[in-house]
């Protein structure tokens, strides 16, 4: 049985039930530390607030959320 976090046990739940614990840790949204405690990464938490929270389902989706936010981010940028 996996030991998570108590800070992030929430969203480390809401991960390991959509994603399955071990894909979690592939695409490196979890990592144990060096206590074998289960930890939300950063971009565990970034997965939950863009793709999650938005309500993206499919991979073509995410694809274009990802090109939105960079063509945002670069865009920003030549302003400067």
Do not use: W
């Not at 994603?19 to 060096?34: N, S, T, Y």
């Not at 607030?49 to 389902?57: F, N, P, Q, R, T």
């Amino acid at each position: 049985m996996p030991v998570f976090d108590f800070q992030n046990m929430q969203q480390i739940r809401s991960l390991v039930d959509r994603l399955g614990e071990a894909e979690c840790k592939r695409l490196g949204f979890l990592f144990d530390d060096e206590r074998g405690v289960a930890t939300l990464t950063t971009a565990g938490l970034g997965y939950l607030l863009d793709i999650e929270a938005a309500g993206i389902s499919t991979l073509a989706e995410a694809y274009a959320a990802g090109y939105q936010c960079a063509a945002e981010f670069h865009s920003r940028e030549a302003e400067v």
